[in-house]
């Protein structure tokens, strides 16, 4: 049973493009929520995080929007590039150290 | 440069033939992990530790085994390995969170393992 369940399982945007990745969690014990960005042959690399007292969090191209109501987080890249083609893993995070990871997403950004 | 290195970064090996891959972060962090990403599933934690000596079971533990004898190594030891361990594994580590703080978690270049 995924305590982060995340989708959709792939998505291909145009160049220029929105790529939109949606998570949802259960446990409202969770208070950290990040985004690691995985290229193929890597380990994943902290891409950008949010806590729960805010509702975004804005770095470059990369936004966070959280709904604490929902229990719902989601990754939103804007003027997505072929560079930015990767997977995407949203997880969440309650004492501090531990992840809880959700399936992943892999993008392709066509040129 | 501060990294995790693994080793092997590839591994084919039989069903019950022990084998140890190899993990080292020069960072000095308290806080190591072990995962395995399988499709569909994403990361899920196998073990942890949170310093020398000190070491918990994470999520999935079944078939697995680690040590921390220094700071700085958490190699994963697979005593019997089975074709269900077929994976990708991934070592992470960070600093040890206090007070609830959350720590940039750094992995590895990750190991893939197929076991026939």
């Known amino acids: 049973q995924q305590q982060v369940k995340q989708s959709p399982q792939s998505l291909i945007v145009q160049k220029g493009g929105i790529s939109i990745i949606n998570c949802a969690y259960e446990?409202?014990?969770?208070?950290?929520f990040p985004w690691y960005q995985q290229f193929p042959g890597k380990g994943p690399a902290l891409l950008i995080a949010?806590?729960?007292?805010?509702s975004e969090k804005k770095e470059g191209r990369f936004t966070i929007s959280f709904n604490k109501s929902a229990k719902q987080f989601s990754l939103h890249i804007m003027d997505s590039q072929p560079g930015d083609s990767a997977t995407y893993f949203c997880?969440?995070?309650?004492?501090?150290?531990?992840?809880?990871f959700g399936a992943g997403t892999i993008l392709r950004v066509k040129s | 440069e501060a990294q995790v290195t693994q080793n092997p970064r590839y591994l084919i090996t039989v069903t019950g033939k022990k084998l140890t891959v190899t993990c080292s972060q020069n960072?000095?962090?308290?806080?190591m992990s072990w995962y395995r990403q399988d499709p569909g599933l994403g990361l899920r934690q196998i073990y942890y530790?949170?310093?020398?000596?000190?070491?918990d079971k994470g999520d999935v533990p079944e078939g697995y085994k680690v040590s921390r004898k220094e700071k700085r190594n958490f190699p994963l030891i697979l005593e019997s390995p089975s074709p269900n361990q077929t994976s990708l594994y991934f070592c992470?580590?960070?600093?040890?969170?206090?007070?609830?703080?959350?720590?940039?978690?750094?992995f590895g270049p990750g190991t893939r393992l197929t076991v026939t």
């Open positions: 530790s949170m310093n020398v000596e000190v070491t």
């Open positions: 960072m000095n962090h308290e806080y």
């Open positions: 992470a580590s960070s600093s040890l969170s206090r007070d609830r703080g959350h720590y940039e978690q750094y």
């Open positions: 997880a969440a995070s309650k004492d501090g150290n531990k992840l809880v």
């Open positions: 446990n409202t014990a969770f208070d950290y």
């Open positions: 949010i806590r729960p007292d805010v």
